[in-house]
């Protein structure tokens, strides 16, 4: 276990929606689990005119619904003292001077964590009054929430200005996708067994599927969602981060750059898309209404907050290719969607046929490696095996490990994880500039290709797996997504 550090942990955005349903439940999980230095402190900040018991109930009522788990009154008593309330204008220097002293009449040791939960565009303002009353000193971190810009450009403007106040090993960029144990999990497969890595290539993978899928539509976040679409908020973060710990090359070690340096090669080695690739390797969708249950739920047209002419993404799948001597030749297909028939994220690896067919079997298939990170934790691996009685026939089982089951030990959400790991300095989990500029590098040529309208929007019914259009894009290379396998 790690040192507990003493921090004082300031959250911009406190108000916010990822503040109340994320943030402050997974830190009072760290602090039930003892994990929290007993006098660490959180500080809320935003601009609502509160005092601190008026900001504790709002906390009250938004966010003790969100936790799940090991609640009780007493824990949830001893979690909200470490809570204080600073209201701030992001324009207003005197506001960030009182901030400072709060903060200041702290030990210099401590170390300061500046969470932004907040619009992209006050990243810079924002860090330059911080850095005004000397809050970006060594101990302090500045942690940057999703999405970070709309495309490279964008995205390398917040940066350039947050390295005007901060130096980058002071920067945390969240992907909570690197937060959730299946995921690191997959290094520990990759590179602590013996049997997986020699398979991990071309010659026995004949191709990969990345999927995100999820039940919620957009919900109460149509505003947001509406100018991001399924490209922004999923591909170019969460699916290529998935994406690098499924495909890089092993690490000389598992220390914060050796990792990132590895992430950084792969998305780099991704082959670029042109705009015949994106026409034909890209597919962009929009669930419809359709009927559940006997009842119509709506399409995304139809949602809140949604302009009725709205040609947003709810759903991408792309096939892509990596030029290295691992990977040339597979297919690697990445898909996301909201409004699936079912809440997914896995990655399933595809081997190739076995030479020998000595076997008979009408059941007989590949191999097929499948990691489950989400709903359930697990890893699943179909072989053949001979089917009892007389006769050669296989038939296919899965060789199976539900890690909640297998492993015991405390399993912490996402949030928490990264949470804790910015308290303790620990870099790892966070994306290096270059690597997610490198992703954004990559995306780009779809975003050109859909803003100039190049290549068709379909459609979906709400809660299937997908549009037709997607299903061809396998079928033309002989695979099928996993739900149909
Ligand atoms: C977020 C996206 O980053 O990830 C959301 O903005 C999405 O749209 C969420 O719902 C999915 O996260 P998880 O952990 O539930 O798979």
């Given at each position: ?244 710990m499924t495909a890089m090359e092993p690490p000389a070690s598992l220390d914060a750059d050796a990792v990132r340096d ?224």
């Amino acid at each position: 276990m790690d040192k507990q550090i003493n921090f004082d942990f300031v959250l911009f955005g406190a108000t916010g929606d990822l503040a109340m349903r994320k943030l402050l439940p997974n830190l009072y999980q760290a602090h039930v689990a003892g994990l929290l230095h007993p006098e660490g402190r959180i500080l809320g900040v935003s601009r609502s005119d509160f005092d601190t018991a008026g900001f504790l109930a709002k906390v009250e009522t938004d966010s003790k619904i969100h936790i799940k788990k090991n609640f009780s009154e007493a824990d949830w008593a001893s979690f909200i003292k470490r809570i204080t309330y600073v209201s701030l204008n992001v324009n207003r220097p005197e506001d960030f001077k009182v901030l400072a002293d709060t903060v200041k009449a702290r030990r210099e040791t401590d170390n300061i964590v500046i969470y932004l939960s907040t619009a992209p565009k006050f990243f810079e303002p924002t860090c330059e009054q911080l850095a005004a009353v000397g809050l970006n000193a060594e101990n302090v971190r500045v942690v940057l929430e999703k999405p970070l810009g709309t495309d490279l450009q964008s995205s390398q403007e917040i940066n350039n200005g947050v390295a005007r106040f901060f130096k980058e090993d002071q920067i945390y960029r969240i992907d909570h996708y690197l937060g959730k144990e299946s995921l690191q999990n997959l290094l520990a497969l990759r590179f602590a067994n013996v049997m997986f890595e020699p398979l991990w290539n071309n010659k026995y993978i004949k191709s990969v599927q990345l999927t995100i899928a999820e039940e919620l539509g957009v919900e109460e976040r149509g505003e947001f969602y509406d100018i991001t679409g399924a490209l922004r908020d999923m591909v170019q973060n969460h699916l290529i981060q998935m994406l690098c710990m499924t495909a890089m090359e092993p690490p000389a070690s598992l220390d914060a750059d050796a990792v990132r340096d590895e992430k950084l090669k792969l998305i780099q080695s991704l082959k670029p898309l042109t705009t015949a690739d994106v026409a034909e390797n890209v597919i962009r969708a929009q669930y419809t209404e359709a009927e559940k249950d006997g009842q119509t739920v709506n399409g995304y047209l139809q949602e809140h907050n949604i302009p009725a002419d709205s040609r947003t993404e709810t759903y991408v799948a792309v096939k892509a290719e990596i030029n290295n001597q691992r990977w040339a030749g597979v297919p690697f297909y990445l898909r996301t969607g909201k409004r699936m028939a079912g809440k997914v994220a896995e990655i399933v690896l595809n081997f190739r046929d076995a030479a020998n067919h000595i076997f008979d079997g009408s059941q007989k298939a590949p191999n097929r490696l499948v990691i489950e990170l989400q709903p359930n934790e697990s890893i699943r691996l179909y072989t053949q095996l001979k089917m009892p009685g007389s006769g050669n026939h296989v038939g296919q089982a899965a060789l199976s490990v539900n890690m909640a089951e297998a492993l015991e030990g405390r399993r912490a959400e996402a949030y928490e994880r990264l949470l804790l790991d910015v308290i303790n300095g620990k870099l790892a989990l966070f994306n290096r500039r270059d690597e997610l500029e490198a992703a954004w590098a990559w995306v780009m040529p779809i975003m050109e290709s859909w803003a100039a309208n190049k290549t068709t929007l379909h459609g979906y019914p709400a809660y299937s797996w997908g549009p037709e259009a997607a299903r061809e894009l396998l079928a033309r290379n002989g695979d099928k997504w996993h739900e149909e396998q």
